[in-house]
């Protein structure tokens, strides 16, 4: 059974700093692309950032880049998403994605976390 755990989500002032982490089981994903989106209140889900698993390639939405970072580490089968200067226009409930494309396209991503909800207050 696939399970993506989410946590590190919280309340935090404007320009204040998060560390998401993702918890990946139940199958091999050396192969797949992991991904970060969020979504806000009365909006649609939209892609943050992704990380290849096997060759470690990042890429980001336009809004977050030089602010968050993805990463990964193998050995514990964890994603993370450092997020630094964050701005109330981050709030939102952030999930954590896994499927084999190369891709920001929600319905491309066969596995889904449960959420976790960051706020961040001006």
């Known amino acids: 059974q696939v399970q993506l755990v989410e946590s590190g989500g919280g309340l935090v002032q404007t320009g204040g700093s998060l560390r998401l982490s993702c918890a990946a089981s139940g199958r091999t994903f050396s192969n797949y692309v992991m991904g970060w989106f969020r979504q806000a209140p009365g909006k649609e889900r939209r892609f943050v950032a992704r990380?290849?698993?096997?060759?470690?390639?990042?890429y980001y939405t336009d809004s977050v880049k030089g602010r968050f970072t993805i990463s990964r580490d193998n050995a514990k089968n964890t994603v993370y998403l450092q997020m630094n200067s964050l701005k109330p226009e981050d709030t939102a409930v952030y999930y954590c994605?896994?499927?084999?494309?190369?891709?920001?396209?929600?319905?491309?991503?066969?596995?889904w976390g449960q959420g976790t909800q960051v706020t961040v207050s001006s």
């Open positions: 994605a896994a499927g084999p494309w190369l891709t920001g396209n929600t319905w491309k991503y066969d596995y």
């Open positions: 990380i290849s698993w096997n060759t470690g390639s990042t």
